[in-house]
């Protein structure tokens, strides 16, 4: 089992930045590929980003591929989703997601393990 835990939401202006966080604890973070998801209002949660267990490959989603990056931390077991050029559509729930194994994919079902979201306000 592994716990995650979300930080660094916000509101923020439209083409500002933000960084969230997400601190896992319990089971080896290693072991784990980790994700990204987020869930607009009254929207289907959906796939933002992944990335690999060793942190060495990433898979974004075509809307926000060149404006968010998503990297890693072993030693400090927490994941990281860089989001810089931010709209008013990026404004959401952000999940952090963990899948014990190589997939890091956009398959939200895929995830065996999720936190409970910070929230992601862009004012235009």
């Known amino acids: 089992q592994v716990q995650l835990v979300e930080s660094g939401g916000g509101l923020v202006q439209a083409g500002g930045s933000l960084r969230l966080s997400c601190a896992a604890s319990g089971r080896t973070f290693s072991v784990y590929a980790m994700g990204w998801f987020r869930q607009a209002q009254g929207k289907e949660r959906e796939f933002v980003a992944a990335?690999?267990?060793?942190?060495?490959?990433?898979n974004y989603a075509n809307s926000v591929k060149g404006r968010f990056t998503i990297s890693r931390d072993n030693a400090k077991n927490t994941v990281y989703l860089q989001m810089n050029s931010l709209k008013y559509e990026d404004t959401a729930v952000y999940y952090c997601a963990a899948h014990f194994g190589a997939y890091y994919g956009s398959d939200r079902n895929s995830y065996e393990h999720w936190g409970q979201g910070t929230q992601v306000t862009v004012s235009s």
């Open positions: 990335i690999s267990r060793g942190g060495d490959n990433t």
